[in-house]
C-alpha cells in the first residue's frame, strides 16, 4: 500500500488545482444531501412534535384507577404515564407515551387489559405512533414515508454522483498516461485502482467534513430565509412557533448523508481506475485507438459550417458512446430542468388562481367581505342553538330590512375602504318540477354591476333602477332554456316573513305539522326565553317561510363569451340582475321582511392601514353580525406560502440546474483534454487559434443542439403521457391543476439549451485556452 | 528453446478493408544476452513489436515466448508482474512519472513489487548514470539527456531479462546519445541483459550485435553485425 499512498499523495499534491475542485464537488454534493436530509428531518420533526403538542400520548387509556395508572407505569416498554382525572371524580385518563417499539399495539393493550383488568376504551395518537414507530404498523409506516423520501433522494444522489464522477475523471484523464506509464513498468490493475481509491479517501477525508458543515450551515440559512417568509406563521400561531418550529439536525441523517458521500468517492474513484485499466497500456501511453472507424463524408454540421463542421462532426462520430453519454447527460439535466420547472410554475399558478381567487364572474376577489347587519337593532347571539341549524339566532327587524343602507353608508366614510359592492341574493326557479332551472337573483348597486359587465353594460345601471326591470346574464345555451316570454320572466322564488304570534297562535298554527314541516315551515323561539346582548329579554316571533311567483321585466340579455375552461366545461349559472336601489325602496316587500344583513365586498383603501382597518372593523359590533372574512390577510399570508414554496422550488430547479451545468463542465472539458495532441497537431498543420475555437464552439452547438431536440421530444412525450394519465384518471375537475400546452417546456428547453450550449463553450474555451500557455511541442508529446 | 521467441506474430488494427497490418505474421528469436536493433521506416511496425514484446499491447494472432514462459497466457495481474521484473522498457520521450524525482522513478518497479531498495546499488546506479547531484530533483527540472537517463535506470535497476528501447535516443544530441548507448552497452555486457533497441541512428545500429530490419509489418532482413 506504501507505494499507492505515496503516488495517491503526489498526484494531489502535484494537481492541487483538481484536488481542490474535487473536493469541492465532494463538499457540495455533500452539503446538498445535508440539506435534503435536514430539510425532511425538519419537516418531519415538526409535525412529529405538533402531533405530540395536539395529543401528548401514543395511547390515552380514557378510565382507569389510580393504581391501575401506577401499574401501567411499570410496564414493559412505558416511558411515561400521565394521569388526568376525569370529570366523573373517580377515574383517570391515562395519557401512555412508550419508549420503544412494542410490536402489536392490540395485542399489547390486550394483555395489559387481562393483567390489569382495565376495561376501557382508548384512542391512539397514529401520526405519533408512526413518527416515532412504535407499532409494528406504525414501523411500516415510518418505513414507507422514510422509503419514498430516499427514492427522491437517489435521483439527487445519482445526479451528485455523476458531478463526483466527472471531477475524478478530469483528474484522472490528465493522468491516464503516466497510469499506462506504470503499468508498462510492471503496476497491476489492482494497484492502479488502490491509487485512485487511495486519492479518493484522502479527498473524502477533507470533502465530506467540510460538506456536511456546509451542509448544516446551509440548512441554517435555508430555515431562516423559509421563516423570513412568515410561512409557519400560516400553520402556527406565535406561540405555537416558538415552541415547535426549529431546524432538526438529525446525527443519523448527517451519518446517512456522509456514508453516502463516502461511498461515491469509493465508486467514482474505484470506477476511474476502473476505466484506466481498461485499456492496454501502450494505448493508453500513446493515445492511440485500437481501431479504425469508418466516418461518413458528408453531414449536416459541414454543410453548415464547411471543414470545421466536417471535423466537428467526425469528432463526434469517432468516439460514438462518449458523444451519446454527453448528449444523454445533457438531455436528461434539460429535460428535468424544463419539466420540473414547468409543473412547478403549473402548480403555483393553480394555486394562485384558486387560493387567492376569483369570484363567480370570474373577476378578482375584494380584500375583504364585512357582514353588514340588517339594522342596527338586529343582535347576533350565539348562546343559543338556533332550531333551524343556523349559528345564531336572530331577532326579527322591527324596521324594513334595508337599514343594511346605514352600515353600508358608515363603512363608506369610515375612510379605510374603498370600491364597495354589494348584492342581496336571492334564488328562485322557473317552475316547480324537478326539471326547472335555477336562477340567482342579484340586486347590485352601480360599483358592482359595472365591475360585473367591465364597461359592456346591456342596460344602464340609472335605467335599470328608474324601470326596475331585471337584466338576464348566462351563457348562450342555458340562456336558450330560460322561458322569457313577452320580455318577462316569472319565477317561483323563496320567502321569508316574520310576524308577532303568541305562543299559543303559533301551536295552533303548526298543530298539524310534523316536527320536520314545522322546521321547514318557520320557527318559533323555543319555550327557553332569549335575552339580547343588554339582557333584555326578546319578544317572540313567528318565523314563516313559503314561495312565491313573482314576474321580472325583462330589459335586457347579456350573453357571456361561451368559453369552455381549461377541461372543456362550461359554466350554465343563469343570472338574474337588478339593481340594488329597487330592493330598498320596494321589492324587499315581495321576498318577506327576514333578512340577515348583507355582504359587503371592499378593498382597502390603503394598504399601510390594514392594521387600522381591522380594529374598526373588530370595534364595531353594531355594524356587522357575523365574522368577516379577511381575505386581504388571507391573500398575503397565500402569497406568502406561495413565495416560500416558490423560493423552495426555485433553489431545487437551480439544483438541477447547477448539476447539469457542473457535469457538463466535466464532460465537455475532460473531451477537450483527451484531444490536447490532436489540437496541437491541428495548430502545428496551420490551424489558427480562431479557427481551433470555432471548431470548438461547432463541437458544442452540436451536443446542444441534439440535447435540446431529443428533450424537446421527451418533455412533449411527457405531456402527453400525463394528459392521458389525467384522462384515464379522470383527473379533469377544477380542483386539479390544468394540463401544460406543449409550447411550455419545450421553450423552456431551447432557452436552457442556449444557456447549456453558453456552459459548454466556456467549458471548452477555458481547457483550451490554458492548453495554449504550453509550447506547441510539448502539447504534442504531451509530456509533463 | 531460445531465451526470446517469437512465432507467426501479427497486429491488425481495424477491420474489413479498414484493416491496417502493423505486424504481419512474424517469427524470430532471440538468444540470452543478444544486444539487438530493430530498424525500419516509420510504420514498420517497430514500435508494435517492441510493446508487444514487452507485455503492453496484445498481439491479434502468434505467440511471444520468454524464456519458455508464453507471455501472452499470463493473467492481467501475472502479466504486469512479468512487466515489473523481467522487463525494462525505455521510450523515446520517457515516460517518467513527474510527481516522482529522479530516484523514485528509478527505484519504482521494486517498490511496486513490494521491495525495499538497496541503498548501495541506488547510488551506485546513480553514480553510473552520473545522476548522483541530481537524485532529488523532480522530472521537469532535469534535461531531456538526464530525464532519458533516470528512464534507463528505471529499466536497469530491477534486473530484468530483457530491455526493450524504443528510440531511446531520439530525443538527444549527439553526445546524450553515445553516453546512453555507451550505458546499455556495458549493462549488456555486465549482467548478460537481452536487448532490442529500436533505432533510425545506422551508427547505434552497428554497435548492437544484430540487425532486424523491418518493413511493411514483415522482417526483410536478419544479420549480424559481427561486434
Not at chain 1, 438529525?250 to 453516502?260: D, F, G, K, R
Not at chain 2, 548478460?192 to 532486424?212: G, Y
Request: aromatic share 10%.
Amino acid at each position: 500500500m506504501k507505494f499507492e499512498s505515496l503516488l495517491a499523495r503526489r498526484y494531489l499534491i502535484a494537481q492541487r488545482r483538481h484536488a481542490v475542485l474535487t473536493v469541492c464537488a465532494i463538499s457540495i454534493a455533500v452539503a446538498v444531501i445535508v440539506l435534503i436530509c435536514t430539510c425532511f428531518s425538519t419537516i418531519t420533526g415538526i409535525i412529529r412534535d405538533a402531533a405530540l403538542d395536539q395529543q401528548p400520548y401514543h395511547v390515552l387509556v380514557y378510565s382507569v384507577t389510580e393504581a391501575q395508572g401506577k401499574q401501567i407505569s411499570q410496564l414493559n416498554h412505558i416511558g411515561s404515564c400521565t394521569l388526568t382525572e376525569n370529570p366523573d371524580g373517580k377515574t383517570y385518563s391515562a395519557a401512555i407515551l412508550f419508549d420503544s417499539n412494542i410490536g402489536n399495539l392490540n395485542e399489547y393493550m390486550q394483555n395489559m387489559e387481562r393483567a390489569w383488568k382495565i376495561r376501557s376504551e382508548y384512542e391512539v395518537n397514529d401520526e405519533l405512533v408512526m413518527f416515532d414507530a412504535i407499532t409494528f404498523d406504525g414501523g411500516y409506516k415510518r418505513a414507507v414515508m422514510f422509503t419514498l423520501f430516499f427514492i427522491f433522494v437517489i435521483f439527487f444522489v445519482l445526479a451528485l454522483r455523476m458531478m463526483i464522477d466527472t471531477a475524478f475523471e478530469v483528474s484522472s484523464k490528465e493522468r491516464e498516461r503516466q497510469f499506462g506509464v506504470l503499468q508498462s513498468i510492471g503496476a497491476t490493475p489492482k494497484q492502479i485502482v488502490r491509487i485512485m481509491t487511495h486519492e479518493g479517501l484522502l479527498l473524502s477525508a477533507a470533502g465530506i467534513p467540510i460538506g456536511t458543515v456546509l451542509g448544516i450551515g446551509l440548512s441554517v440559512l435555508v430555515y431562516h430565509g423559509v421563516l423570513a417568509t412568515g410561512v409557519a406563521e400560516t400553520f402556527f400561531d406565535h406561540e405555537k412557533m416558538q415552541q415547535l418550529v426549529h431546524l432538526h439536525v438529525s446525527p443519523m441523517m448527517l451519518l446517512a448523508a456522509a456514508v453516502i458521500g463516502f461511498f461515491w468517492v469509493f465508486f467514482s474513484a474505484y470506477g476511474t481506475g476502473m476505466r484506466v485499466i481498461k485499456k492496454p497500456p501502450i494505448q493508453v501511453i500513446t493515445g492511440r485507438s485500437k481501431s479504425v472507424k469508418r466516418v461518413k463524408k458528408h453531414s449536416l454540421l459541414s454543410l453548415l459550417f464547411g471543414w470545421t463542421g466536417k471535423l466537428a462532426s467526425r469528432n463526434a462520430r469517432r468516439e460514438p458512446k462518449r458523444f451519446a453519454m454527453t448528449v444523454f447527460a445533457l438531455t436528461v439535466s434539460l429535460t428535468l430542468f424544463a419539466s420540473v420547472s414547468t409543473v412547478f410554475g403549473s402548480l403555483q399558478d393553480f394555486v394562485q388562481v384558486t387560493f387567492v381567487g376569483r369570484d363567480s364572474f370570474g373577476k378578482p376577489e375584494w380584500d375583504f367581505s364585512v357582514p353588514v347587519r340588517m339594522n342596527p337593532n338586529a343582535f347576533h347571539s350565539d348562546k343559543h342553538e338556533d332550531p333551524l341549524s343556523h349559528s345564531a339566532t336572530f331577532q326579527r327587524s322591527p324596521e324594513s330590512p334595508t337599514a343594511y343602507a346605514e352600515g353600508v353608508a358608515e363603512l363608506e366614510q369610515c375612510g379605510y375602504f374603498k370600491d364597495l359592492d354589494y348584492s342581496i341574493s336571492l334564488m328562485g326557479k322557473t317552475d316547480d318540477t324537478n326539471n326547472a332551472k335555477y336562477v340567482y337573483i342579484y340586486y347590485v348597486n352601480e360599483g358592482s354591476y359595472n365591475t360585473m359587465f367591465e364597461g359592456k353594460m346591456p342596460v344602464p345601471f340609472g335605467e335599470l333602477a328608474n324601470s326596475g326591470k331585471a337584466v338576464l346574464v348566462g351563457r348562450k345555451q342555458p340562456l336558450s332554456e330560460i322561458p322569457v316570454e313577452s320580455d318577462t320572466l316569472t319565477l317561483t322564488v323563496r320567502t321569508q316573513q316574520t310576524a308577532d304570534l303568541t305562543q299559543a297562535e303559533y301551536q295552533a298554527l303548526t298543530k298539524d305539522l310534523t316536527e320536520q314541516e314545522r322546521k321547514n315551515s318557520g320557527k318559533y323561539p323555543q319555550e327557553e326565553k332569549q335575552y339580547d346582548e343588554n339582557g333584555e329579554e326578546i319578544a317572540p316571533f313567528y318565523w314563516q317561510v313559503g314561495q312565491k311567483e313573482i314576474c321580472y321585466d325583462i330589459a335586457g340579455e347579456y350573453v357571456m363569451p361561451d368559453e369552455p375552461d381549461q377541461f372543456g366545461h362550461y359554466l350554465n349559472s343563469i343570472y338574474l340582475i337588478l339593481a340594488e336601489p329597487c330592493y330598498r325602496d320596494t321589492d324587499w316587500k315581495q321576498y318577506g321582511d327576514v333578512s340577515f344583513g348583507i355582504e359587503v365586498n371592499c378593498n382597502l383603501a390603503d394598504g399601510a392601514e390594514y392594521m387600522k382597518a381591522v380594529q374598526y372593523l373588530q370595534t364595531s359590533p353594531h355594524l356587522i353580525y357575523d365574522e368577516v372574512m379577511d381575505i386581504y390577510r388571507y391573500r398575503q399570508r397565500t402569497r406568502t406560502a406561495l413565495a416560500a414554496v416558490s423560493v423552495g422550488l426555485n433553489f431545487l430547479t437551480a439544483l438541477i440546474a447547477m448539476i447539469a451545468a457542473v457535469n457538463m463542465i466535466n464532460i465537455v472539458s475532460t473531451g477537450i483534454l483527451n484531444r490536447k495532441r490532436e489540437f496541437a497537431a491541428l495548430q502545428c498543420s496551420g490551424m489558427t487559434r480562431g479557427q481551433m475555437y470555432r471548431l470548438t464552439v461547432v463541437e458544442c452547438l452540436q451536443f446542444t443542439l441534439w440535447a435540446a431536440i431529443a428533450a424537446s421530444l421527451l418533455c412533449c412525450l411527457l405531456i402527453y403521457a400525463t394528459k392521458q394519465f389525467m384522462i384515464g384518471m379522470t383527473l379533469t375537475g377544477a380542483d386539479t391543476p390544468p394540463p401544460v400546452a406543449y409550447s411550455v417546456p419545450v421553450l423552456k428547453v431551447w432557452l436552457a439549451s442556449a444557456a447549456a450550449f453558453l456552459v459548454t463553450l466556456l467549458a471548452s474555451l477555458l481547457p483550451l485556452r490554458r492548453m495554449q500557455e504550453e509550447p506547441l511541442a510539448e502539447q504534442i508529446r504531451a509530456t509533463e | 528453446m531460445e531465451f526470446l521467441q517469437i512465432e507467426h506474430l501479427s497486429k491488425i488494427y481495424g477491420k474489413g478493408d479498414t484493416a491496417v497490418h502493423a505486424l504481419n505474421d512474424i517469427s524470430f528469436t532471440v538468444p540470452r544476452g543478444q544486444m539487438c536493433a530493430v530498424i525500419g521506416p516509420s510504420g514498420s511496425g517497430k514500435s508494435t513489436l517492441l510493446h508487444i514484446l514487452g507485455g503492453v499491447d496484445k498481439p491479434t494472432s502468434g505467440k511471444v515466448w520468454l524464456d519458455g514462459q508464453d507471455v501472452y497466457a499470463q493473467s492481467a495481474k501475472r502479466l504486469a508482474i512479468f512487466r515489473r521484473r523481467q522487463v525494462g522498457l525505455i521510450y523515446q520521450f520517457y515516460n517518467l512519472i513527474p510527481v516522482l524525482n529522479a530516484e523514485e522513478n528509478i527505484t519504482l518497479p521494486l517498490i511496486m513489487d513490494g521491495r525495499k531498495p538497496d541503498r548501495d546499488e541506488l547510488l551506485k546506479m546513480l553514480d553510473l548514470l552520473g545522476l548522483i547531484e541530481r537524485r532529488r530533483h523532480l522530472p521537469s527540472q532535469l534535461s531531456g539527456g538526464q530525464q532519458q537517463r533516470v528512464s534507463i535506470g528505471r529499466a536497469l535497476f530491477s534486473s530484468p531479462a530483457v530491455i526493450l528501447a524504443d528510440e531511446p535516443t531520439g530525443n538527444l544530441d549527439s553526445q546524450n546519445s553515445a553516453e546512453i548507448i555507451a550505458l546499455l552497452r556495458k549493462s549488456n555486457r555486465e549482467f548478460e541483459q537481452t536487448m532490442l533497441i529500436i533505432t533510425h541512428d545506422e551508427n547505434i545500429a552497428l554497435q548492437c550485435d544484430r540487425i532486424l530490419a523491418l518493413a511493411d509489418g514483415k522482417i526483410v532482413s536478419d544479420s549480424m553485425t559481427g561486434v
